[in-house]
């Protein structure tokens, strides 16, 4: 119990000396200081620990892989300093749920808390960190997915007359639940930068370099290389192409069915020994 309370105290005392220090900076124009309650109380007085202790530094490595991962789920707005307030806010996450378990810890006299808050601080960040690999993996996935039905059906109009750009904003337009597909989405944006007059071959670059698929990169290369033959050629080269394109996509779904399924068995387990209880139970009794 004294050992929460000195831990809590410790831990809570040194995040308000932060944020006042943070404070006083951002009054003095150091720039710390701001608006909003989550930068003023957590993003900056935790960025500003991360920068002083030197730990981003010696996190280089992790960080350039984390923002590689983020500036593909978030685009190119996304800067190196959002990386770093993410950190920070992840850092934030375990440093507070050490600081809640330890006073919960202290005021019930329950040491094991104490441990368990020590525990969800090493958990939570490593959760969140992994978080970004699991959502860039799922959306990569769901590009894939999508594809080869994109590249049937523009295969289709070039076949029926329509040119390139058109085709692709028709591949594009979709009413149904596959509306919001990340693929999809990428497409709407090369239309609307050839509207907004960018050519049509700097659209693709950006396209391939936004997705970061190699599936997609291959697909933007064939268009790029032979949108300006048109017709046969390109339907032949982007038929050629779907092969590879549909044996992956069947292998991205066979993946997904069978973590579906080993996602399956724990609950699986745990409605087998319910069931094992229940009927066992009174045979138990009527035994004693």
Same mark, same amino acid.
């Given at each position: 119990?004294?050992?929460?309370?000195?831990?809590?105290?410790?831990? !809570?005392?040194?995040?308000?000396?932060?944020?006042?220090?943070?404070?006083?900076?951002?009054?003095?124009?150091?720039?710390?200081?701001?608006?909003?309650?989550?930068?003023?109380?957590?993003?900056?007085?935790?960025?500003?620990?991360?920068?002083?202790?030197?730990?981003?530094?010696?996190?280089?490595?992790?960080?350039?892989?984390?923002?590689?991962?983020?500036?593909?789920?978030?685009? !190119?707005?996304?800067?190196?300093? $959002?990386?770093?307030?993410?950190?920070?806010?992840?850092?934030?996450?375990?440093?507070?749920?050490?600081?809640?378990?330890?006073?919960?810890?202290?005021? $019930?006299?329950?040491?094991?808390?104490?441990?368990?808050?020590?525990?969800?601080?090493?958990?939570?960040?490593?959760?969140?960190?992994?978080?970004?690999?699991?959502?860039?993996?799922?959306?990569?996935?769901?590009?894939?997915?999508?594809?080869?039905?994109?590249?049937?059906?523009?295969?289709?109009?070039?076949?029926?007359?329509?040119?390139?750009?058109? =085709?692709?904003?028709?591949?594009?337009?979709?009413?149904?639940?596959?509306?919001?597909?990340?693929?999809?989405?990428?497409?709407?944006?090369?239309?609307? =930068?050839?509207?907004?007059?960018?050519?049509?071959?700097?659209?693709?670059?950006?396209?391939?370099?936004?997705?970061?698929?190699?599936?997609?990169?291959?697909?933007?290369?064939?268009?790029?290389?032979?949108?300006?033959?048109?017709?046969?050629?390109?339907?032949?080269?982007?038929?050629?192409?779907?092969?590879?394109?549909?044996?992956?996509?069947?292998?991205?779904?066979?993946?997904?069915?069978?973590?579906?399924? $080993?996602?399956?068995?724990?609950?699986?387990?745990?409605?087998?020994?319910?069931?094992?209880?229940?009927?066992?139970?009174?045979?138990?009794?009527?035994?004693?």
């Amino acid at each position: 119990m004294v050992l929460s309370n000195v831990i809590g105290c410790v831990l !809570s005392i040194a995040w308000l000396a932060v944020v006042i220090y943070c404070d006083r900076q951002g009054n003095g124009g150091g720039g710390c200081r701001s608006k909003e309650p989550i930068d003023r109380l957590v993003r900056a007085p935790f960025l500003f620990l991360l920068q002083r202790s030197g730990i981003l530094d010696r996190m280089g490595p992790l960080t350039a892989s984390l923002h590689s991962k983020l500036f593909i789920l978030h685009g !190119s707005s996304w800067s190196l300093h $959002s990386t770093n307030s993410y950190i920070a806010v992840v850092a934030a996450a375990g440093y507070g749920a050490v600081c809640g378990a330890a006073w919960l810890s202290a005021l $019930s006299g329950e040491q094991a808390l104490l441990y368990i808050g020590l525990l969800l601080g090493i958990v939570i960040p490593a959760a969140k960190w992994r978080d970004a690999t699991t959502k860039v993996e799922k959306r990569r996935q769901d590009m894939l997915l999508l594809l080869p039905e994109v590249m049937s059906k523009l295969m289709l109009l070039i076949g029926a007359g329509e040119n390139i750009q058109r =085709a692709l904003l028709r591949c594009a337009e979709r009413r149904d639940e596959k509306a919001n597909q990340p693929l999809l989405i990428e497409l709407r944006k090369v239309n609307e =930068a050839v509207r907004n007059g960018e050519s049509f071959a700097a659209a693709l670059e950006l396209l391939s370099r936004r997705c970061a698929v190699q599936e997609v990169s291959l697909f933007t290369t064939t268009l790029l290389l032979n949108y300006r033959r048109g017709g046969d050629k390109l339907a032949l080269s982007l038929k050629e192409l779907s092969y590879s394109i549909w044996e992956k996509r069947k292998a991205v779904a066979r993946a997904r069915g069978e973590e579906a399924s $080993s996602k399956l068995v724990f609950p699986l387990v745990g409605i087998f020994f319910i069931l094992m209880t229940l009927v066992a139970s009174p045979a138990i009794l009527l035994i004693r």
